[in-house]
Every structure is written in C-alpha cells, then in structure tokens.
C-alpha cells in the first residue's frame, strides 16, 4: 500500500459517500444505546456527516492514518472469515477511535465500535472487513459529532481554579 496526498483524497471521497450506509448505522446505534442507558440523544445528518468527514481528513496527520485504516479494512479478506475475525476487529476499533477524537471520547468510540459492530452487516459477497468498516466509520463518527446530554454541558469534575 502507498500513502500519498492523492490516495488520501481519494480515501476521504470514499467515506463521504458512504454517508447512505453509515448515517442509518450511527442513528440505529444512538437510538439503541440511548435505550440501554436511558437518555435522549439527537439523531445525525447526512451535512453533519459529511462535516465531521471533512474535519477528520482535514487534519493531514490523522488524515492519512484514517485513509490507511479504511483501505486495509476495504480490502480485508481472510479465506473462511473466523481466522481473520481478531484483525478486523482490531483495525475497526482503532480507527472507531482515532475517528472518536481524543480522552475519553477515542474510549467511547472504541467500545461503540463493537456494539455498532453487532448490529452491522455486511452484504454477501464484501470483503470480511466491510463491515467491521462501517461499524468504524459508525462508532467514530457518532462518537464525535455533538447529541448526547452529557457532552452538551460543562463538566463538573472541572477544576475551579
């Protein structure tokens, strides 16, 4: 694999037509944490998505590392899947989290990639990693983008100083 501004490019194009897939993954994923925790969290748009998209591969460093997780994952075929089921698992919650942000937020999308994996599913035929891709690109993204009450208000574990 090569990395370069344009495979990059390209990359973010990629993710951000994939917004028919992983804005109904990300809804379905809020609307049923927010069920088991017992809160209200706002739904995502498609703009809102492709906003966030823009902001990860704006930012050149954590762009090109995103755009090599998504192509690894794209790519990821294990003959009989099972063998290749701890990679794929590990290459989408990395990303999950770099896609999340920082503390505790890459914490968050991390372990929302796994319950978005679940309920993920990919079509016969795609890659084993396909879907491990788009519970990713689901967790992180939901992860960072504002709706949940908590990341509405200000902390109250702030220093007062």
């Not at 809804?27 to 969290?41: S, W």
């Not at 891709?133 to 200000?154: I, M, V």
């Amino acid at each position: 694999m090569e990395l370069t501004p344009a495979a990059v490019a390209t990359e973010h194009e990629w993710v951000r037509k994939r917004a028919p897939t992983v804005v109904p993954i990300v809804n379905k994923t809020r609307a049923e944490l927010a069920d088991q925790f017992g809160t209200a969290v706002d739904e995502i748009t498609r703009d809102q998505y492709h906003d966030a998209v823009d902001a990860v591969f704006a930012d050149g460093d954590l762009a090109v590392n995103v755009a090599a997780l998504v192509a690894l994952l794209r790519d990821l075929d294990v003959e009989g899947d099972y063998p290749g089921f701890v990679v794929d698992e590990l290459l989408g919650r990395e990303l999950a989290g770099m896609i999340a942000g920082g503390q505790p937020l890459r914490t968050l999308g991390e372990a929302t990639f796994h319950y978005a994996d679940v309920i993920t599913h990919g079509d016969p035929g795609d890659a084993a990693g396909a879907d491990d891709l788009d519970a990713a690109l689901a967790a992180g993204f939901q992860t960072r983008l504002p709706g949940w009450n908590w990341t509405e208000t200000e902390s109250p574990f702030r220093s007062r100083r």
